[in-house]
């Protein structure tokens, strides 16, 4: 039997089954040998498509012993630039690149360059990052749902460096309301299979168990699976507006409902669909409502740099309201939060 039919047949079996045996068979020699000799291959091929410039382009793993010119770096940028923006241009990439109009991309160059030396940590130099922040998220929320929820709470929130930020922020925020006002210290998250690999980032580094609840035939998580998933130490329900993998919906309204029946939270990850849904709506579609106007959503992640048509690696926006926003003595928007509140640092920032 080889590694891959080892595999197929530990597939069969309930995932923490599976996963004790394969622990154990890790540890007998003959298959750990398998296995290694597998992972060669593996990396062989990937080293093949990931590393495509080797021995093609100088690869310098240290500083060169003398400089290089401007032209130099230049020519090789521009380069390896032509050869990968070909494949995207004719089309061939879904997720990666979502405008690509040459005109906008020449629009978004110039405001990039007049910001390159912005540095929005010390907003004093430049206010405008504080400006532009505070627009990004006062437009976002608005777009989803501010003004509009059920029950007039505020919604506020913060701009991060991609949607896989937002979510930690999101979660980390869960994991410590909960710790500080449930005395919860063994946090649980449920979170569909289907969910982006942002939520398997949040477990880890956040230490919260993730419990994975199944999807439909037609890949949607349902309140049926929430249900029955949630116990005393789940501190968030998460659902996606759209799934990467399929584009589907989860079923937002009732899942968040039975979240705010159990007085938790509930993350609507709105990372792919934030500038679509809102629009589809107006535009008359038949869209589910999946942002605050819901009164069981405490949280979302969008992407600007999605169907916002930003570029990747600027900035990004988490909406957040008041957590359990019914029971007005549990004050703290979930944004203040996210903040991380740091002990004196011993460092002179300017003279006052
Ligand atoms: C539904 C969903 N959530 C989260 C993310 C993570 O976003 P990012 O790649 O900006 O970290 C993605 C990215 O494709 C996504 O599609």
Known sequence: MNVEEISGKLGWLPPAVARVIEK?????????????????????????SLKPYKNKFTTYAALPSSGRTHEEILHDIQSMHD??????????????IYHGDQAHIDFLNKVYALQSQSNPLHSDLFPSATKYEAEIVSMVAHMHGKGKTATSQEVCGTVTSGGTESILCAIKSYRDRAREERGITEPEMIVPITAHAAFDKASQYFNIKQVKIPVTANYEA??????????????????????????????????????????????????????????????????????????????????????????????WCSTARRIFATISFMPQPIGRVVCIILPPWPVRVREL
């Open 83 to 96: 050869l990968e923006s070909s494949r995207w241009k004719e089309g061939y990439v879904s997720g990666g």
């Open 24 to 48: 154990r068979m890790k540890k007998i020699p003959a298959v750990k040998k398998m296995i290694d000799a597998e992972n060669q291959k593996t990396m062989i091929a990937f080293e093949h």
């Open 222 to 315: 349902t309140a049926e699976s929430v249900k029955r998933a949630i116990n005393n130490n789940t501190i968030v329900v998460v659902g996606s507006a759209p799934a990467f993998p399929h584009g589907t919906f989860d079923h937002i309204e009732a899942m968040s409902n039975v979240a705010l029946k159990h007085k938790i939270g509930f993350h609507t990850d709105c990372c792919l669909g934030g500038f679509v849904v809102p629009f589809a709506e107006k535009l008359g579609y038949k869209v589910p409502v999946v942002d605050f106007r819901l009164p069981g959503v405490t949280s979302m992640s969008v992407d600007t740099h999605k169907y916002g048509y930003a570029a990747k690696g600027h900035r």
